[in-house]
Nanobody, 117 residues
Framework: QVQLVESGGGLVQPGGSLRLSCTAS????????MGWFRQSAGKERELVAT???????NYADFVKGRFTLSGGNAKNTIFLEVKYVNPEDAGVYYC???????????WGQGTQVTVSS
């Protein structure tokens, strides 16, 4: 069983920046892929950025260079940095772990990001 611990959410002013982290434990981390998703009010959960099993990075189209995914599958920890935060970035950010050996997904509890001045 994989456990995911997220941190770094909170209140951010428009134009500011934030850094989220997610650490995985409890499993063999080979053949895995970790990434970030978010769910804004009234919307479905959507991909933000994710590592592939091979270690490449896929970003959502809306990222537009403001989001940076770092860390890595083998490090069991990933980070998401967001610059020039705007109100549309508000929501609950979820870390997801994909175990490709067993075809299983695991989700973190989510970390709330609020954008307000």
């Amino acid at each position: 069983q994989v456990q995911l611990v997220e941190s770094g959410g909170g209140l951010v002013q428009p134009g500011g920046s934030l850094r989220l982290s997610c650490t995985a434990s409890g499993n063999d981390f080979s053949s895995s892929a970790m990434g970030w998703f978010r769910q804004s009010a009234g919307k479905e959960r959507e991909l933000v950025a994710t590592f592939t099993v091979r270690g490449d990075i896929n970003y959502a189209d809306f990222v537009k260079g403001r989001f940076t995914l770092s860390g890595g599958n083998a490090k069991n920890t990933i980070f998401l940095e967001v610059k020039y935060v705007n109100p549309e970035d508000a929501g609950v950010y979820y870390c997801r772990y994909y175990d490709s050996r067993h075809g299983r997904f695991y989700w973190g509890q989510g970390t709330q990001v609020t954008v307000s001045s």
